[in-house]
């Protein structure tokens, strides 16, 4: 079993819809939880981390982690265009980070 | 600040040539990281440093080596490329005990004939 296991989509939705992102683990030790936003040929920026279980908001932006589950989510509201991206988890523990292979998101106007 | 800068941006290789990719950054981090992202497989770590005089290996090591050589500086060099270290090479910088808000260049795309 993979330690992190992300959907690589492409996953489409209509402008404003609200988009949900997700990723399930096996390794019970990470402590840190991210989300990263990758735009094409960029390198990824963080969008979010948190290291405890439950919602984290940011703007339109929800992380959400359920750690009994070994389970997060990335939902975003009133999506724009401006948000088709790949989007990667990642979590770590102790400094080693382990990245998802991304989803790639698509907003239609 | 520019953060995490990276050169070339872009470069093609013969199998068996040599080249170093350099990476910078101007945040003051103490650690930074190399990785490579292939289609399908997702950002894998080559090489680290955890401090200026320290590197240790990732996942994908082989072929690869580095040089810390300052703080503000770490290279990769590809010895003798192959097609299979075709891929988009990124650096990365973050505070020790900060592995969680690295910080990523633009990247290096990487063709080996």
């Known amino acids: 079993q993979k330690e992190v296991e992300q959907d690589p989509g492409p996953l489409s939705v209509p402008e404003g819809a609200i988009v949900s992102l997700n990723c399930t683990y096996s390794?019970?030790?990470?402590?840190?939880f991210m989300w990263y936003r990758q735009y094409s040929r960029k390198g990824p920026e963080l969008l979010m981390y948190?290291?405890?279980?439950g919602n984290k908001e940011d703007g339109r932006f929800t992380a959400q982690v359920d750690k009994s589950s070994k389970y997060i989510s990335l939902f975003i509201r009133d999506s724009q265009p401006s948000d088709s991206a790949t989007y990667l988890c990642?979590?770590?523990?102790?400094?080693?980070?382990?990245f998802g292979k991304g989803t790639r998101l698509h907003i239609l106007p | 600040n520019a953060g995490v800068t990276q050169t070339p941006k872009f470069q093609v290789l013969k199998t068996g040539q040599s080249m170093t990719l350099q990476c910078a950054q101007d945040?003051?981090?103490?650690?930074m990281y190399w990785y490579r992202q292939d289609p399908g497989m997702g950002l894998r770590l080559i090489y680290y440093?955890?401090?200026?005089?320290?590197?240790d290996k990732g996942e994908v090591p082989n072929g690869y080596n580095v040089s810390r050589l300052n703080k503000r500086e770490f290279s990769l060099r590809l010895e003798s490329a192959a097609p299979s270290q075709t891929s988009v090479y990124f650096c990365?910088?973050?505070?020790?005990?900060?592995?969680?808000?690295?910080?990523f260049g633009p990247g290096t795309r990487l063709l080996v004939l």
């Open positions: 990365a910088s973050s505070e020790p005990g900060g592995g969680e808000t690295q910080y």
């Open positions: 390794n019970s030790a990470f402590q840190y």
């Open positions: 948190t290291y405890s279980s």
């Open positions: 990642a979590m770590s523990v102790n400094d080693k980070i382990i």
């Open positions: 945040m003051n981090h103490n650690s």
């Open positions: 440093s955890a401090s200026e005089g320290t590197t």
